[in-house]
């Protein structure tokens, strides 16, 4: 790190914050309002089921018009699609007659196709952890109207299956996450997921009933901006995903509350705030869809960008900001050692943070697709025991106190002003 470029965004920072040093900040109940809006049922999970990303879609667009954001087009959207197996109808799952709650004793693989059978349980032992193993105790041509019950200690038999076994459920001790993905083929496959305490050494049988449906999905980014008052040309970007998983079945939804309401709800209020504050560079908000289909949305729009990305001094992508408790994590901070300096000689000055972790590079969420087209770019979460809720259906709105906002909101507006500095140029 060069001490003079250090220091140099150490002394203008502090210039700038004292001269726009103006009424409104940070607004920590616009922020839980907005995430209560979006993690609420009637928004569906905002996934691939009932237009549930559609409508929070709307709603954001609303809130950007609200908040006085120009748009590049017409509006804020741009569309585009993608394919996905989705789960809009029957998701049961019984064992010996009982029925299982899906989403709390049970999950279903994301490329599965639909399947309605019942099946005799044939149990692994909880000691296997080869999956060489799995052969010696069981025959794979002897599996008809069989599901095989993996334990835990097998890892990934969930997610990558076991060569030659078509029906399976892997007992899981934790948490009862979900995901999804984009796929262009169903898999003829029965891959579930079931929480150990909810089955018993003696069951018997079961049903697998699950409805899957393949489909083309129309996804739409929004994106808006702030002129820059000086230079309108260059850019400063923030993004953040506001789709999450939708709807497994007809019973049960993912809220999305901390991945990512938390994040679109605090790029509105920075939209918000730049709007009535307007800096040296445009500021530009891109809230997202289809990240959890694997980027789709940041793919598209890093392809097809509605500026020249060469022009962006540095880009934000925010994805799960609610708790913060044991500070700030910075995916690309070493990637940007300049930047990641600054950052961290801003947080020590006014002390918003306990701590910030600078982590390398990792394809973990919408920042990625920019990075890879040359962008320089930080992707930030707050880590936090008050909130450890991850991809269940347990992430809801009421769990988030977002702890750290206002040191992230100052943080970052901070940084913003940080990079009119040379750091930051290209
Ligand atoms: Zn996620």
Known sequence: MNKFYQTRCFILVFMLFALFSVTHAQDVQFVKQTVKTLASPKMQGRGYVHNGDRKAAEFLAVEMKKAGLMSFGKDYFQPYSFDINTFPGVVDFTIDGRELVPGIDFVVYPSMASVDAKYQLVFLPDTISQLNSVYQLIDTNQLANKL????????????????????????????????????????????????????????????????????????????????????????????????????MGKNTFFPGASDNASGTAAV????????????????????????E???????????????????????????????GSEGL??????????????????????????????????????????????????????????????????????????????????????????????????
């Open 148 to 247: 095989v019950i993996v334990p835990e200690s097998l890892s990934n038999a969930y997610r990558k299956g076991i060569p030659g076994v078509k029906t399976l459920a892997q007992t899981v001790s934790g948490s009862m996450w979900w995901h999804v993905s984009h796929a262009e083929k169903q898999e003829n496959i029965v891959r579930l997921k079931i929480r150990k305490q909810a089955l018993s050494d003696s069951a018997k049988w079961c049903r697998v009933h699950i409805e899957s449906k393949l489909k083309q999905h129309e996804a739409v980014n929004l994106i808006g901006y702030v002129p820059g008052a000086i230079v309108a040309d260059s850019f400063f970007v923030m993004t953040a995903h506001y789709d999450h998983l939708g709807r």
């Open 268 to 291: 509105l209020d920075f939209a918000r705030y730049y709007a009535k504050n307007p800096g040296r560079y445009s500021m530009v908000f891109i809230l997202l869809s289809g990240e």
């Open 329 to 426: 994590s910075v995916v690309n901070g070493k990637q940007f050692l300049l930047q990641s300096h600054c950052l961290d000689s801003l947080n020590r000055q006014e002390q918003f943070f306990a701590d910030i972790r600078m982590g390398g590079e990792s394809c973990n969420s919408d920042h990625c697709p920019y990075y890879q087209k040359g962008v320089p770019a930080f992707f930030m979460f707050t880590r936090g025991n008050e909130d450890l809720e991850y991809h269940t259906i347990t992430d809801t709105e009421e769990k988030l106190p977002f702890t750290a906002y206002e040191s992230l909101f100052g943080l970052i507006r901070q940084f913003v002003d940080a990079s009119s500095t040379k750091i930051f140029d290209r």
């Open 293 to 323: 289909a694997g980027l789709m949305g940041s793919k598209f729009n890093a392809e097809n960008p509605l500026f020249p990305l060469e022009n962006v001094r540095f880009l934000i992508n925010f994805d799960m900001v609610g708790t």
